[in-house]
């Protein structure tokens, strides 16, 4: 007999646990109201030669999650990759916010085991609807040896993507979700087919472990547009460690801000220059002369998850060349 994988099915949540009132309501439904147990009824896994164990974390949109919710997912997932009998972890999470949680543990996982996170853009109640395949596809390729050491990946719309490199990039279109590099590869017939790898270091080759995280230190992001105040800037870093400016362009600051965000860096806030482009290499002392104001740059990374590598990078030090060099490798 042929062995079995063994995967553990979390739900959390999302539009893959939505429902709407009618077929029709492809964008308008009531979204984490399914059980993890009901969305896993939907889909026929006995093709897959896996056993699969279902357990519900949380349920809620995850357009609603904190820091709380990623270190929540962070601690279980790490406890069960940790267990003889678990080979991967398949996550069933809300589309809005799914490239931080997935980026979040492609960090901090200790394991070499395939951890997938997916979510679909219509609820299981609407035509067409991505949820049944979005999923059968994730444990396809959590249960597949060749996943065995890619770190977390993000499965959607027959694509396989590393959790480094997608984001979600229209509203609703059932095609949402990009990496600037293209996907890793895709999934057929329940079989995934890689065409490449990820080249930066994740899981096994970083200093963060989800499983002994307490908490996270604040850093958020302001998005740069001509009329944005130094008022508003000032009121953000005034209570963050990390500040991620979204730029304009290739992470450019507006002039009237520039005192603003030095003054932030030199009571010790640290500054993150980034483009608001949504892809694209923010070059180091390119724009801005980073290293004369102390600031960083966030090489290829957009905003929201420059955010989770900041927070995470900020657990460790706060040397501005050993920040600058976290931006670099990861
Ligand atoms: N608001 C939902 C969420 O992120 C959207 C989705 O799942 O597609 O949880």
Redesign the pocket.
């Known amino acids: 007999m042929t062995h079995k994988a063994n995967i553990v099915v979390i739900g959390t949540?999302?539009?893959?646990a939505g429902q709407g009132k009618a077929a029709s309501n492809t964008s308008a439904y009531l979204?984490?109201v399914l059980g993890i147990d009901e969305i896993l009824a939907t889909i026929d896994p006995r093709s897959l030669a896996v056993d699969l164990r279902a357990e519900q974390l949380l349920q809620t949109?995850?357009?609603n999650f904190g820091n709380e919710q990623l270190l929540a997912i962070g601690r279980r997932v790490a406890v069960l990759l940790a267990q003889d009998d678990v080979d991967g972890v398949v996550i069933a999470h809300?589309?809005?916010?799914i490239e931080e949680t997935a980026y979040f543990l492609h960090l901090t996982l200790k394991s070499a085991k395939p951890v997938v996170v997916v979510?679909?853009?219509r609820p299981p109640s609407a035509m067409s609807s991505d949820a049944a395949l979005n999923l059968y596809d994730a444990i396809a390729v959590a249960a597949h040896p060749a996943s065995v050491g890619l770190g977390t990946l993000v499965v959607a719309n027959d694509e396989i993507h590393t959790a480094r490199d997608v984001t979600k990039g229209n509203s609703f279109k059932v095609e949402a979700f990009r990496s600037p590099y293209g996907p890793l590869g895709y999934v057929i017939e329940g079989r995934p087919r890689y065409y490449r790898h990820p080249c930066r270091a994740h899981t096994l080759a970083t200093p963060w472990s989800a499983g002994t995280l307490a908490s996270l230190p604040q850093v958020d992001i302001v998005q740069a547009y001509g009329a944005l105040e130094a008022e508003t800037v000032n009121a953000l870093a005034a209570r963050a460690n990390g500040l991620i400016f979204a730029g304009t362009g290739n992470g450019n600051v507006p002039a009237h801000l520039i005192e603003p965000l030095r003054d932030a860096a030199r009571r010790g806030v640290h500054v993150v220059r980034a483009s608001r482009t949504g892809s694209g290499i923010v070059l180091h002392n390119g724009a801005q002369p980073d290293d004369l104001y102390d600031w960083l740059s966030v090489d290829d990374q957009v905003p929201s998850k420059a955010r989770i590598l900041l927070m995470l990078a900020l657990t460790q030090s706060r040397d501005v060349q050993t920040l600058q060099a976290v931006f670099e490798r990861y």
């Not at 949540?13 to 893959?16: F, L």
């Not at 809300?94 to 916010?97: A, L, Y």
Request: net charge negative.
């Open positions: 949540g999302g539009t893959i979204c984490s949109g995850s357009e809300g589309t809005d916010t979510g679909s853009m």
